[in-house]
């Protein structure tokens, strides 16, 4: 059993009667109310899911096991000479909220490295997809079809205590992981490149090998490190996280549950944000006949935008209630490794003019930006000019947080997730509309 497993498997006997202890002295205590608004909303902000994995403070932005962003990225281990910390660290704090040593990390490292093998047929797979399909529709069919690798579906059919649900889905988890850095890498290069000849280092980590592998060049390595963290994970209601819950509940296996956070993942009001973001923002440069504008010119332009009842593409969020800290960590990165990128200038300058007029307007409840407004501009920079691949980026990384998540739902014994629905005449009663 690796240092990670045995270090979970304490934690979760810790934390199991705090669930029970919750059920039967308080299971019944009323801990939310739900509004109209609410129910025809999207359930927005209901409080109705269980994670510790991550919270999504309205002023502090993504906790991941309490600590902030800037936390994280301060503290968890990171590759000599490089400044994003490893990613399988961040694999580690996730599900045992712990900041892990050095050593701990290199254990990790070293157990992706003996999981990472793929099998022949899923490059099949991927190669019987046209050229012009959909990368997020390959990705996803890819990890469906490992379903047949799973462990946990083996030994439910042969029976296990459901004690033990969680060590399987650890396994299965553990496996896909380790393997989507090289699913990712041959789908981009089958889809862009037209190399098929796609393996992994064996001395790189999880983002240095997947940069390796697309042929990027430092530092794209902690370009890949940075992204894969900040999008691990964020809270479990949005719909790529939730989907994953929901699916999972049913004891779906790993692959079934990642394969759906996928789908959830690649709609335009979710993960294809950070690709409409960037295609606004290449239409400003456009219109403004490729120069860099002054601030009077594009404070003209944001308004006359907003005046047409268009919004501002990476402005303003659900919860979030200042600059999102996913947007500040790219913002640090970029100000040191590419000021002088003419579109990252837009983007600086779009940061300068537009909270301060959306505060005006009086519409938008946050007016600063959110992680999609940077993310599609530093991929652009180092050279993944291919829009649709960058949401296989934002799958690679949620999938973290996504599995974690499904690993303690395992372990504590969720169940089933199904919520009441109700007719609208029968919500027309209940408010007294007759």
Request: proline share 6%.
């Amino acid at each position: 059993m690796s240092t990670l497993k045995e270090v979970l498997y304490e934690k979760i006997e810790a934390h199991r009667p705090r669930v029970t202890r919750l059920l039967k002295e308080h299971g019944n205590d009323v801990i939310d109310k739900v509004t109209v608004g609410q129910v025809l909303g999207g359930m927005r902000g209901i409080k109705s899911l269980v994670t510790d994995i991550s919270y999504l403070d309205p002023m502090e932005g993504i906790r991941y096991r309490g600590l902030t962003l800037p936390e994280v990225f301060e503290k968890l281990p990171k590759p000599q000479g490089k400044e994003m910390p490893y990613v399988e660290g961040l694999y580690y704090l996730l599900l045992t909220g712990e900041i892990p040593t050095e050593s701990q990390v290199a254990d990790v490292i070293y157990d992706f490295s003996n999981r990472r093998l793929l099998p022949r047929y899923v490059f099949d797979i991927i190669d019987a997809f046209p050229n012009h399909s959909h990368p997020m529709a390959i990705l996803s069919a890819a990890v469906m079809s490992m379903q047949r690798e799973s462990m946990f579906n083996t030994r439910y059919q042969n029976g296990m205590s459901k004690m033990d649900y969680w060590d399987p889905t650890y396994e299965d988890a553990t496996n896909l992981l380790a393997k989507l850095p090289l699913i990712g890498a041959y789908i981009y290069n089958k889809l862009y490149v037209g190399n098929t000849n796609v393996f992994p280092e064996p001395t790189l980590d999880f983002g240095g090998n997947f940069a390796y592998m697309i042929g990027k060049e430092a530092p794209y390595d902690d370009v890949s490190r940075m992204y894969f963290i900040i999008h691990a994970d964020h809270e479990s209601g949005n719909v790529s996280a939730h989907t994953g819950h929901l699916v999972a509940s049913s004891l779906s296996d790993a692959y079934y549950a990642t394969s759906g956070m996928i789908n959830g993942l690649a709609g335009p009001l979710h993960g294809l944000a950070n690709q409409e973001v960037l295609r606004w923002i290449q239409d400003v440069r456009m219109k403004m006949g490729n120069k860099k504008p002054t601030k009077e010119e594009m404070k003209k332009f944001v308004w006359d935008t907003l005046n047409k009842g268009q919004v501002i593409p990476g402005y303003g969020h659900a919860v979030l209630r200042k600059t999102d800290p996913r947007y500040a960590v790219q913002r640090e990165f970029a100000l040191k490794h590419m000021p002088d990128d003419e579109l990252f200038e837009y983007v600086s300058m779009l940061y300068e003019v537009v909270p301060p007029i959306l505060k005006e307007q009086g519409k938008a409840k946050n007016p600063w930006p959110n992680v999609d407004a940077q993310s599609g501009v530093i991929q652009w920079h180092y050279g993944v000019k291919e829009y649709d691949f960058y949401t296989v980026l934002f799958s690679i990384g949620r999938a973290f947080g996504v599995l974690s998540n499904v690993i303690w739902d395992r372990a504590l014994g969720y169940p089933i997730e199904r919520p009441k629905s109700i007719t609208t005449a029968m919500m027309e009663e209940m408010v007294g509309i007759k």
